[in-house]
């Protein structure tokens, strides 16, 4: 337990667990420039090794509270995925793909539809079919 809270071997853990936690509390956002090289899979090792690295070279405190700052950073730099902005195509992309892919010319069978079919505008008269049966005639329940 003495050697969990004994920052004296090192000079730079105090003010680097005072860094790291006002980075943690005050919701600092993650300057612009530096998000494409954060959010990516390379980025996210580089940074995941460098936070584990301080378990090596200083105290445990000081390496759990770097490594959850770690996460928060790439939590906070994954707004937009770098992926996904530069790799995944976007909806307006996909439907001028496909409606590029639906451009057909007629074929003969809709010209000759076309062409011979007749159209026809007047309304179908009444139908003259009346029923053998009157409405009652043989109704029965049949409960």
Known sequence: MNSFLNFSKKSHELPL????????????????????????????????????STFYHSNVLTGILVLFAAYVLIK???????AIENYIPSEKNKMHSLNKMNEI???LEEEMVNIR????????NESSFSPLEKEGSLNTSLI
């Open 76 to 82: 906070r730099s994954s707004h937009v995925s770098f």
């Open 17 to 52: 667990i005072i860094i790291v936690m006002l980075y943690i509390i005050l919701n600092v956002p993650t300057p612009e420039k530096l998000i494409p090289y954060i959010n990516n899979p390379l980025g996210n090792v580089v940074i995941f090794v460098i936070a584990i």
């Open 105 to 107: 010319e007629k074929t």
């Open 117 to 124: 079919a007749p159209f026809s505008d007047s309304i179908l």
